[in-house]
């Protein structure tokens, strides 16, 4: 059994990501380009109710915000292919 229990973490930059973690590892991630169209998907998910708040630790949130900026980088360049 998992001990560690789930903590979500928001980052909003050109695209809305929320992260899950359980400990320090991701679990899941929800994207949009939104925070409101981000935040009805995490919302609608199954894990809401492992991670009823979201968490304000600054290594979750750095690791979320260098996810993000990733997908924000690829999208960027794929944008600019086009």
């Known amino acids: 059994m998992k001990r560690e229990s789930r903590r979500a973490v928001l980052y909003v930059g050109f695209i809305a990501v929320i992260c899950v973690f ?9 994207f949009g380009r939104t925070k409101e169209e981000v935040l009805q998907a995490f919302e609608s998910s199954s894990v809401k109710g492992e991670s009823p708040s979201f968490s304000e630790d600054p290594v979750l949130i750095e690791q979320c915000k260098d996810v993000a900026i990733g997908v924000e980088d690829k999208a960027k360049r794929i944008k600019r292919a086009r």
């Open 22 to 30: 359980r400990g320090e590892v991701i679990e899941h991630v929800f």
